[in-house]
């Protein structure tokens, strides 16, 4: 009769093993779904899962006192059973009752550790949602009667707190880590396709860049002064086919706003030369400084896809859109390789554009060691920086483990550098 006590003792502390970590482990989405399907059991769990301290206590309780009635048994009762019948042998007579007591723990520490707590809290990871839904009733009725055991324990404890100055935290955030932990493992297990994974790294890439990264770049936009004639006009046009140019007078600093070319021609359907001033439209400003996706949500406010780039002192240094923006997103790195590659020469030697964007060389090269980078946004201007004045041919300087050489300008502008990696 004992032993069937024990191990329906034992059972009972693998119920509230099981149940403990399975609303710990219970994904609240999960549980708001089944709510939506009119799961009542789904909304005590969640109840419990959002409020867990009166329901961790009472699971507490229930394992200490399991575990004292399961003592008690198995120290006075069983003992002495097993103790009677290692008697009866006769080289171990002398030591039934030692025997016995090794035995006996012995026993009981397996069955506690395998049926108590290993099994349980493995059937409750792998089915977290499904047990915390069933045993959530009868778990909120259990913690109401403890209620006064529980309010006696909170207040001791919350005492002793005090005493020693240790604040109630509770930080349920998750980081940006964390996220990226999860989608990784749930890619290996095949719940989530590699290329969702791809697209969620991109998010938290993109939410580290600015405009200034993105952004076409005033030395290579292709612009329309606001005394060209028509002519003019339509052959800038077809030698770089954009849908939307900045319109300037006389230099980019004289910058009017920008025009559609689907405008102009529809226009030119019916006038042999449309009127340009007529076309051109305010331009969004947006700070070379400002991160992607602020600059999204300024372009959505204002109904606009293209926003013309400003430095602190408010020289316009590119044009960015949209589709810049998500292009980030959903386009192949080796794509922006085609205007700013990084091509390997040998083991230790690459050569890069230096309009090759900062955030682009150090996530190729993985570098940990990152600069403060308020003043530039390519890795030319990291050159400059380091240099601190502009460079001439075959200058080099040395930054972590790279030195950087500059293997030809155009004009003041650094065109290309040779990366040299040093062996550590």
């Known amino acids: 009769m004992e032993i069937v006590i024990i191990i329906a003792l034992i059972l009972i502390n693998g119920l509230f ?10 994904r609240k989405f999960k549980l708001e779904a089944s709510i939506k399907k009119g799961d009542t059991g789904a909304a005590k769990a969640l109840e419990l899962a959002n409020n867990p301290t009166t329901f961790l206590s009472t699971v507490q309780i229930g394992i200490t006192l399991v ?40 026993f009981i520490t397996y069955l506690t550790i395998v049926f108590g707590e290993l099994i349980p809290k493995r059937i409750g990871l792998h089915y977290p949602e499904a047990i915390a839904t069933t045993i959530a009733a009868p778990m909120t009725i259990l913690s109401r009667i403890s209620l006064p055991i529980i309010w006696i324990l909170t207040k001791t404890s919350n005492l002793f707190f005090n005493l020693f100055g240790i604040k109630d935290y509770h930080d349920e955030a998750v980081s940006e880590e964390e996220i990226n932990a999860i989608i990784k493992d749930s ?41 060209d004639n028509w002519e003019t006009i ?20 004289n910058l009017l706003g920008l025009v559609s070319v689907r405008e102009l021609f529809l ?20 700070s070379e400084y400002t991160a992607a996706y602020r600059v999204l949500e300024l372009l959505r406010s204002a109904q606009q896809h293209y926003g013309i780039v400003l430095d602190e002192y408010g020289d316009l240094q590119g044009l960015i859109s949209i ?5 980030e997103l959903i386009s192949d790195k080796t794509d922006t390789a085609n205007d700013y590659q990084i091509i390997q020469r040998s083991e230790n ?35 400059l920086k380091l240099l601190d004045h502009i460079p001439t041919l075959t200058e080099k300087v040395r930054w972590n483990n790279f030195e950087l050489e500059v293997v030809d300008m155009d004009g003041m502008r650094i065109d290309k550098i040779l990366i040299t990696r040093i062996p550590e």
């Open 67 to 106: 575990g004292i009635l399961t003592g008690l048994f198995s120290g006075k009762s069983l003992t002495l059973t097993v103790a009677n019948y290692l008697r009866s042998i006769e080289l171990i007579t002398p030591y039934a009752e030692s025997v016995a007591v090794f035995l006996v723990v012995l």
């Open 234 to 253: 339509k052959s800038k046009i077809r030698s770089r086919p954009h849908s939307v140019y900045p319109v300037c007078e006389r230099s980019l600093d």
């Open 267 to 286: 226009q030119e359907s019916s006038t042999s030369s449309p009127n340009l001033k007529r076309h051109v439209r305010k331009a969004l400003f947006v």
């Open 17 to 26: 093993s099981m149940s403990e970590l399975a609303l710990v482990s219970t």
């Open 349 to 383: 030697t690459w050569l890069a554009d230096g309009k090759l964007p900062l955030f682009e060389f150090i996530q190729y090269f993985k570098v940990s060691d990152v600069p403060e980078t308020n003043n530039f946004t390519t890795l030319g201007g990291l050159l």
């Open 323 to 327: 589709n810049d923006i998500l292009d």
């Open 187 to 227: 890619t290996e297990g095949g719940e989530i396709q590699p290329i969702e994974q791809d697209l969620v790294r991109r998010v938290f890439s993109l939410g580290d860049r600015r405009a200034g990264e993105l952004m076409t770049h005033r030395m290579d936009l292709v612009w329309i002064d606001i005394n």
